[in-house]
């Protein structure tokens, strides 16, 4: 079955600086990598999105990447603001939502 | 905001207690899901459905049953709750007309079993 591992595990950087978080996938027939942000007490929430016909996405301060010969994708969010600490969550999907493996996620946390 | 109420938020249950979480949508969605939240583990999908009494098994479905007796309530309940079943509950919802896998989660629902 398939296996995402995501890294780093916690990640701290400087506001406005850059922050990239990567995930690696095991099974080819993945087409699906969604990128979720969870705040304390909250549920996780759908940030963006990339298909395996698409390399790259972008919205505003967010974008993913997918190299799927390699078997990964990566989150990038630039001009990291406070309010992007947050755990992130990535995954990977074939098919409908019962076959969604999240990877084991990401805690950022943004100095001001 | 996927359109997901779940409830109880809060649930504090003494183990061997049956527990039913409830998960209320009002958009007609057929596919809708119940994981669970655990430290070091992850998102785990308990159970899933496709539709009105057509219900499968997830990942981590021991200890748990659903029933889908309408389209909008999907309800998870653990038969006899026991501490290993303290967790955040998330339930997921995969909107109509979409292309097939985009899942959207509710606010969850906080489960201790004492």
């Known amino acids: 079955g398939e296996n995402v591992e995501q890294h780093p595990s916690t990640l701290s950087v400087q506001e406005g600086d850059s922050a990239v978080i990567k995930c690696t996938y095991s099974?080819?027939?993945?087409?699906?990598f969604p990128w979720y942000k969870q705040e304390l007490g909250k549920g996780p929430q759908l940030i963006i999105d990339?298909?395996?016909?698409?390399g790259e996405k972008k919205d505003q301060r967010i974008a993913v990447t997918l190299n799927k010969t390699a078997k990964h994708f990566s989150l990038h969010i630039t001009e990291t603001q406070p309010e992007d600490s947050a755990v992130y969550f990535c995954?990977?999907?074939?098919?409908?939502?019962?076959?969604?493996?999240f990877g084991p996620g990401t805690r950022l946390s943004v100095l001001p | 905001d996927a359109g997901i109420t779940q409830s109880p938020r809060h649930k504090v249950t003494e183990t061997g207690t049956p527990v039913t979480l409830r998960c209320h949508q009002t958009e007609n969605h057929r596919y809708m899901y119940w994981y669970r939240q655990d430290p070091g583990h992850g998102l785990r999908l308990i159970h899933y459905s496709y539709g009105v009494k057509d219900t499968d098994k997830g990942e981590v479905s021991d200890g748990y049953s659903v029933s889908r007796s309408k389209t909008e309530d999907f309800l998870l309940t653990l038969e006899s709750a026991t501490s290993s079943q303290t967790s955040v509950y998330f339930c997921a919802i995969t909107p109509e007309g979409n292309s097939g896998n985009t899942i959207y989660f509710g606010e969850g629902s906080w489960l201790t079993v004492v």
């Open positions: 099974d080819s027939a993945s087409n699906y």
């Open positions: 995954a990977a999907s074939s098919t409908y939502g019962q076959n969604f493996v």
């Open positions: 990339i298909r395996s016909n698409v």
